[in-house]
Nanobody, 120 residues
Framework: QVQLVESGGGLVQPGGSLRLACVASGRTFSRNNMGWFRQAPGKEREFVAA????????YYADSVKGRFTISRDDAKNTVYLRMNNLKPEDTAVYYCDVLRTWPRTPSGSWGQGTQVTVSS
């Protein structure tokens, strides 16, 4: 079983940037494909971005392509999500997860999430 702890969220103005981090423990992190997901109020959780275990491939939802970048540092057991040019519609709780299947299917090992609010 893997434990995931997300951090880095906050309140930011439209056009601003944030970097989220997800620290994993309890499982061999470096062998897992990882993903970021988000859930806005009143909506279902949706896929945001994914990265392979090697870091050689990434995949993004159309809504964030060109603005968000996923990366990983296996020495720190951490996966990151750099978010630029944030929009109000990016407001959500962001979660990371180990992917059950590439590139969009989570395994359900959710952490507590981190709140991102984009507002002027």
């Amino acid at each position: 079983q893997v434990q995931l702890v997300e951090s880095g969220g906050g309140l930011v103005q439209p056009g601003g940037s944030l970097r989220l981090a997800c620290v994993a423990s309890g499982r061999t992190f470096s062998r897992n494909n990882m993903g970021w997901f988000r859930q806005a109020p009143g909506k279902e959780r949706e896929f945001v971005a994914a990265i392979t275990w090697s870091g050689s491939s990434t995949y993004y939802a159309d809504s964030v392509k060109g603005r968000f970048t996923i990366s990983r540092d296996d020495a720190k057991n951490t996966v990151y999500l750099r978010m630029n040019n944030l929009k109000p519609e990016d407001t959500a709780v962001y979660y990371c997860d180990v992917l059950r299947t590439w590139p969009r299917t989570p395994s359900g090992s959710w952490g507590q999430g981190t709140q991102v609010t984009v507002s002027s």
